[in-house]
């Protein structure tokens, strides 16, 4: 029921920052947690960043003091701030949203290529 669009993917050097935006098209704060996930060729999806309606977020390892997830309610859109992008940073970015007992929303995923 709920339509997220990704946006913000790029090619980007190693070392370099990137912004990813997700937008939603109902208001987040119905949304019980929100989420950047990524799919690298031949590997599974895994989950980099989620952040919950009241403001907690969640990160994953390897991106833990890099990445950032932040939201704007305004705006109902979700970011995912990235710095000091690395190689293995490559993949496909997907939004997703979580309500409570509901399968979860995907966007269409965006691009990220870190060269180095």
């Known amino acids: 029921q709920v339509q997220l669009v990704e946006s913000g993917g790029g090619l980007v050097q190693a070392g370099g920052s990137l912004r990813l935006s997700c937008a939603a098209s109902?208001?987040?704060?119905?949304?019980?947690?929100m989420g950047w996930y990524r799919q690298a060729p031949g590997k599974q999806r895994e989950l980099v960043a989620d952040i919950g309606s009241g403001g907690g977020t969640k990160y994953a390892d390897s991106v833990k003091g890099r990445f950032t997830i932040s939201r704007d309610n305004a705006k109902n859109t979700v970011y995912l701030q990235m710095n000091s992008l690395r190689r293995e940073d490559t993949a496909d970015y997907y939004c997703s949203g979580k309500k409570a007992d509901s399968r979860p929303y995907w966007g269409q995923g965006t691009q990220v290529t870190v060269s180095s």
């Open positions: 109902e208001s987040i704060s119905s949304i019980n947690v």
